[in-house]
């Protein structure tokens, strides 16, 4: 939860530990933790069922995002939606964080956003970042 945000909807956190770990007071940790659950997780998977993971289905998904996010680069959206965009993504490394027991800290790596794997950007990511992708 972006604690700035909440604050000033006046939101109290007086029950809850400073630096708890549901707790940020950085908006990219936030939007990181939302493009991978909703995005890469959810809707990923609904692509998958619907048989459009690898035949336009990350198209449509930019597309509307573009649409609903995109209104113009004041909008409330347009530094999301840039978020959302951006050539990698972190990505939590699960097994090498569970080797190295941690429960609490994150171990990260920035991979391709999966969200750009039909746009025209992919190829040039891919080759950028194919050395990288095999790296420990």
Excluded at 8 to 13: Q, R
Excluded at 36 to 49: K, M, R, T
Aim: proline letters at 6%; a negative charge; aromatic letters at 8%.
């Amino acid at each position: 939860m972006h604690v700035p945000t909440l604050n000033n909807h006046g939101v109290k956190f007086d029950s809850l530990p400073p630096g708890g770990a549901t707790l940020t007071d950085n908006l990219d940790n936030v939007w990181s933790k939302v493009h991978h659950s909703l995005l890469q997780n959810h809707v990923g998977f609904l692509l998958v069922a619907l048989g459009l993971e690898s035949h336009g289905g990350w198209a449509i998904t930019l597309e509307t995002l573009s649409t609903v996010l995109g209104g113009g680069q004041d909008s409330p959206g347009a530094k999301l939606l840039e978020y959302f965009t951006k050539d990698t993504m972190p990505f939590k490394c699960f097994l090498r964080m569970r080797m190295e027991s941690k429960y609490r800290d994150y171990i990260e790596r920035e991979v391709p956003n999966v969200i750009l794997m039909d746009s025209p950007r992919w190829k040039s990511i891919i080759e950028t970042y194919q050395p990288s992708l095999h790296a420990t």
